[in-house]
C-alpha cells in the first residue's frame, strides 16, 4: 500500500469555499505542479490562516490515490509574503502569474515553474511601485521561454540579420511567424496581404536589448538596468499579448486588473 502521508514544498495559489466549513485550496509544488487539496475545519480553525494565496512553506499532504482525494493535514509556513495582499498592483500580478501557472500546468516543468514563480513572489515582496512593474516583465519574459514560445529577438526571421545591435530602429514583431523582422525585412512580410494591427507589433532597439538582457545576464544585473517608462509601457503590452497568444485564451486576471496591471 502506498505511503499516505506526504509533504511538499508548496506555494498557494487559490482558496475557495467548498461547503460550509471546508475550503477547497489549488497549490503548486516543484514535484507535483499544480494541484488541489481539501481543507477542512470551521472559521476559528488555525489552518485557515495559514493556508492563505501566495503563502509559502512546506505543506503536509493526507492523499487516497485510490479515491483520488487529498486533504491538508498541516502547513509549516516560511513567508507570508503580506506586501502582496495590502498592495493592489503586487496582488493582480501574482494573481496574474498564478492564472498562468494553472493555465498552462507549469509549462511540464514542475520544478523550475516553481522556481520562477517563487522568486516571482519574493521580488514582488521586496520591491515598490515600477520596480514591482518590471519584475513582471522579466517573469513572463522568462516563463515564454519555458514554454518554449520565446521569439528570438536577435535576429531577423527573414535575413538572419542582427536586430538588436541595430541601434537606431529595433526590430518588428510578425505575429504568425512568431519572429522578428529587421526594418528592410518587415516590408516583405506585408506584400500582397495588410496585417491588421495586431499582426506587427514595433519594439524599440532599447526594449529588445532589455528582453535581450533578461536572457543572457545576471539577474542582480539586469535587476539594476534602467527601463524607461515608455520602453515599460512597450513591453507589458507586448508580454501580455504574446502570453495570451500562448495560452490561446484570454487572461481573467488582465481582465480583472486592466488599468492596474
Known amino acids: 500500500m502506498p505511503e499516505r502521508n506526504k509533504s511538499t514544498q508548496a506555494i498557494i495559489l487559490s482558496v475557495k469555499q467548498q461547503g460550509e466549513n471546508n475550503r477547497s485550496v489549488c497549490i ?49 509556513v516560511k513567508s507570508c509574503h503580506l506586501s502582496l495582499h495590502t498592495d493592489i498592483y503586487k496582488m493582480m500580478a501574482a494573481n496574474l ?36 512593474r518590471t519584475g513582471t516583465i ?19 526571421s527573414s535575413c538572419s540579420a542582427l536586430i538588436s545591435t541595430q541601434a537606431s530602429h529595433g526590430g518588428t514583431y510578425i505575429r504568425h511567424i512568431n519572429g522578428f523582422a529587421c526594418r528592410d525585412c518587415t516590408p516583405s512580410f506585408s506584400e500582397g496581404q495588410k496585417f491588421a494591427k495586431q499582426e506587427a507589433t514595433a519594439l524599440s532597439s532599447s526594449s529588445l ?41 484570454r487572461l481573467n486576471s488582465l481582465e480583472t486588473g486592466s488599468g492596474i496591471l
Open 97 to 132: 502569474a498564478s492564472e498562468i501557472l494553472i493555465k498552462t500546468k507549469c509549462a511540464g516543468d514542475y520544478a523550475e515553474a516553481f522556481k520562477l514563480f517563487s522568486a516571482f513572489l519574493q521580488g514582488l515582496e521586496l520591491t515598490q511601485g515600477f520596480e514591482s
Open 138 to 156: 522579466r517573469f513572463l519574459w522568462r516563463y515564454l521561454r519555458l514554454l518554449g514560445l520565446q521569439p528570438d529577438v536577435n535576429t531577423c
Open 28 to 76: 503548486v509544488s516543484p514535484d507535483r505542479g499544480v494541484f488541489y487539496a481539501t481543507l477542512y475545519g470551521g472559521a476559528k480553525s488555525k489552518m485557515k490562516s495559514l493556508v492563505q494565496p501566495f503563502n509559502t512553506g512546506l505543506i503536509y499532504l493526507y492523499e487516497d490515490e485510490a479515491r483520488h482525494f487529498i486533504k491538508i493535514s498541516d502547513f509549516d
Open 209 to 249: 536589448f532589455y528582453l535581450n538582457a533578461v536572457n543572457t545576464m545576471r539577474p542582480s544585473t539586469v535587476r539594476g538596468m534602467e527601463l524607461s517608462p515608455q520602453n515599460e509601457s512597450e513591453l507589458k503590452n507586448f508580454l501580455f499579448m504574446l502570453i495570451e497568444q500562448a495560452l490561446g485564451s
